[in-house]
């Protein structure tokens, strides 16, 4: 019996899985197994040109216990999920001759390695077939061409707004899968990258995460049950902020440096896909519908819209958005190892940036704001490589999220589509604006 093969990359969930219902269509189509498959790729264990270690204990914590949840969530339906460790390149065509299938079926990611990975499975021999589903509007739907979009994000809402856009409605979970291929124990045993343990494997690299403490006085205390990674604690999470006053005081909370309501926290989530943009967009829209809209909810919205001009940004610059220079004429940014060092454990000498460092080190997260604050003292201050700043980021932070992240660094460095030539925070403008007794810095520089 021939199957259908299925690829979860950064879609993590059940509910709104377009890419997963065209797989489950074409297996029912062609009465195949369907078989689920991740794949974590050596290169996120490996040191960085920077130094250290791509994916930190905190990410990987995070996004095993995604994978984790997910697997429940499958075992539950009569599937299962098969967590392949090795190249995509490699792993994902051996495991498509084991089960005789010649069709991978996966969401479509537009940042260079993503697309490297599914151009590889091309020159296998793989018929890929690989659905945008990351955004809150279809770049088919934008009022202008990917290649024409505005360079200025408030032309890019404002022409959306304008057209009166909106999301999709997001798709149910499905009750009922197609069942796995019945290949023997003995023949999965033989598969490059798969081993009976995997989930234990990836989980046992979480070992030197950061104390327990630490993660109580954590913005995003990712170690307790309601922050957990997985759909589940998503949509939990998701139902618990949209009542009544937390979104309609989002406006005026978003830039507090602590507090585990001042902000929606779904970044998480949304990096690793346990929940979709258009499921928030749709519970948020009903919020309003309940309880009316505010610019609170606005701003909610405005976010999400950051988001998707991040990944547009990506579909008109493509690699270019990771070349030294960015998008702008500046010369080649220098870097200084022992400053940038010294930004990284939170030694710059600078508290309000050292704060923020250590959070993000202890715990993995750290607020909107300070992540703007710090990024700006690294560029502006210290003059070192925004490219070894996102790196960190890409690192440390669990929500971490290739096309936010890259769109932000150049934002701030000013070698994005901003008009301005950078975005220096003044370090002792925003301690007085935004810590201006010093509590926030106290939690993170006594210890």
């Known amino acids: 019996m021939s199957t259908t093969l299925f690829w979860f990359r950064n879609d993590l969930r059940l509910h709104d899985q377009r ?17 689920l498959v991740y794949v974590h790729e050596p290169v996120q264990d490996a040191p960085t040109a920077w130094g250290f270690r791509r994916m930190s204990a905190h990410r990987r914590r995070f996004v095993a216990d995604t994978l984790q949840d997910l697997q429940n969530a499958l075992v539950a ?6 967590l392949l460790h090795g190249p995509v390149a490699q792993v994902l065509p051996a495991c498509a001759r084991l089960v005789q299938a010649d069709t991978v079926f996966c969401e479509d990611i537009a940042a260079p390695e993503e697309e490297a990975q599914v151009q590889a499975l091309i020159n296998a021999g793989l018929t890929v077939k690989s659905l945008w589903q990351s955004s809150l509007i279809e770049p088919n739907a934008l009022p202008f061409e990917a290649e024409n979009m505005p360079q200025v994000f408030t032309e890019f809402r404002q022409r959306i707004e304008s057209a009166r856009l909106q999301p999709l409605a997001p798709l149910p979970a499905p009750t009922q899968l197609p069942s796995p291929p019945s290949e023997p124990s003995s023949a999965w045993a033989s598969l490059p ?49 949209l009542t009544p006053p937390w979104p309609d005081r989002y406006k005026q909370t978003r830039n507090a440096l602590q507090g585990q309501h001042t902000s929606s926290h779904w970044s998480p989530w949304l990096a690793t896909g346990a929940v979709s943009a258009r499921r928030i967009w749709a519970d948020l829209h009903a919020y309003e519908q309940t309880h009316g809209n505010n610019d609170g909810t606005y701003w909610l919205w405005f976010e999400l819209l950051w988001r998707d001009n991040f990944r547009m940004l990506h579909l008109q610059h493509g690699p270019q958005l990771y070349a030294a220079r960015g998008l702008s004429n500046l010369p080649k940014p220098s870097h200084f190892p022992k400053d940038f060092a010294r930004w990284c454990n939170g030694q710059t000498g600078e508290p309000i940036v050292d704060a923020g460092m250590r959070e993000l080190a202890a715990t993995g997260f750290t607020s909107n704001r300070m992540r703007q604050i710090v990024a700006s003292f690294l560029v502006h201050d210290l003059s070192c490589d925004w490219r070894a700043g996102a790196a960190w980021f890409e690192s440390q932070l669990v929500d971490f999220d290739v096309c936010s992240n890259q769109g932000n660094w150049l934002y701030v460095s000013g070698r994005g589509t901003d008009p301005r030539v950078g975005r220096r925070f003044n370090p002792t403008k925003q301690t007085q604006d935004h810590d201006p007794q010093g509590r926030y810095q106290k939690v993170w520089l006594a210890r």
């Open 77 to 82: 339906l009569g599937q299962r999920l098969i």
């Open 19 to 35: 890419a997963l219902k065209q797989a489950i269509e074409h297996a029912q189509a062609h009465q195949q197994a369907l078989l």
């Open 193 to 241: 990258g798969w081993t009976e343990d995997a989930f234990t494997q990836l989980q046992a690299h979480t070992e030197d995460n950061a104390q327990e403490d630490a993660h109580a006085r954590s913005n995003f205390p990712y170690t307790q049950t309601a922050y957990r990674g997985g759909e589940t604690s998503a949509l939990a999470h998701l139902q618990s902020y």
